[in-house]
C-alpha cells in the first residue's frame, strides 16, 4: 500500500506570494491533518480535514487554509507569504478514531525569501 | 494544558541500548506516540501506547508509560548506526487528529 504523497517535495517562493501544497492519503484513510516543523516552534498542529470538513484547526492566522476533496486528497494553501512561513510542512493521513495512528509523508520544504 | 518534554540529545555506543524519555502534562491523552526522523525526511511512526497500557514490545523497541507521573520512554534494544535519527513524542487527547510532540530528542549511535 502506498505511503502518503506530498507535492511538491520542494518550493522557493518570495515575500507576498501565495503557495499551495498536496497531500495524498493512504488509500482508505479518510483523515488528513497538517502539520508544520521549524527549528524554532518544533512540530505544530495546523489543521485535520474528515470528510471535506475542518474538524479542528490549530492556532494560526487565516493565511493558512486548507481544503480536502472527496477522494480524501487534500491541499493547504499560505497566502501573503512571509519570511517566517519557511518551513517543512508534513501531512498526515489515518482512518477514523482515536486508536488510528497518524502516518506522514515526507512533507514539502518550503523557503521564503 | 498541554505540554510535551524531552531531553535534546543521546549519545549511545553501537550495540548498547538507548532510552529517550518524554514527560507530558495532559492527564487526559488517550495515546502516546513515537516517530522517528531522518534528515531530510518526514515522520515515521515507531510506535505508539494506549494510555491505560503500562508497557508495549515490538521487536527492539520497548516503550513504557508511568501515567502517575505523566512519563513514557523508549528503550532501542541492541542499537545500530541506522538509529541514528531525532526520536519525536506525541501525545493525543480525545478523536481529533491533533498531536502535541515533544522538542525531539537526537541519538546519536556511535562505534
Known amino acids: 500500500k502506498a505511503g502518503v504523497t506530498q507535492t511538491p517535495r520542494y518550493l522557493i517562493k518570495t515575500r507576498g506570494q501565495q503557495v499551495t501544497l498536496s497531500c495524498s492519503p493512504i488509500s482508505g484513510h479518510r483523515s488528513v491533518s497538517w502539520y508544520q516543523q521549524t527549528p524554532g516552534q518544533g512540530l505544530q498542529f495546523l489543521f485535520e480535514y474528515f470528510s471535506e470538513t475542518q474538524r479542528n484547526k490549530g492556532n494560526f492566522p487565516g493565511r493558512f487554509s486548507g481544503r480536502q476533496f472527496s477522494n480524501s486528497r487534500s491541499e493547504m494553501n499560505v497566502s501573503t507569504l512571509e519570511l517566517g512561513d519557511s518551513a517543512l510542512y508534513l501531512c498526515?493521513?489515518?482512518?477514523?478514531?482515536?486508536?488510528?495512528?497518524?502516518?506522514f509523508g515526507n512533507g514539502t520544504r518550503l523557503t521564503v525569501t | 494544558g498541554e505540554d510535551v518534554e524531552q531531553s535534546l540529545f543521546l549519545s549511545v555506543r553501537e550495540g548498547d541500548s538507548s532510552v529517550i524519555n518524554c514527560t507530558y502534562t495532559d492527564s487526559s491523552s488517550t495515546y502516546l506516540y513515537w516517530y522517528k526522523q531522518e534528515p531530510g525526511a518526514g515522520l515515521q511512526l515507531l510506535t505508539y501506547i494506549f494510555s491505560n497500557m503500562d508497557m508495549k514490545q515490538d521487536q527492539r523497541l520497548t516503550v513504557l508509560l508511568n501515567k502517575k507521573d505523566k512519563h513514557l520512554s523508549l528503550r532501542i534494544a541492541d542499537t545500530q548506526t541506522g538509529d541514528s535519527a531525532i526520536y519525536f513524542c506525541a501525545e493525543r487527547t480525545g478523536t481529533a487528529s491533533k498531536l502535541t510532540f515533544g522538542t525531539g530528542t537526537r541519538l546519536q549511535v556511535t562505534l
Open positions: 498526515a493521513s489515518s482512518l477514523q478514531g482515536e486508536n488510528s495512528p497518524l502516518h
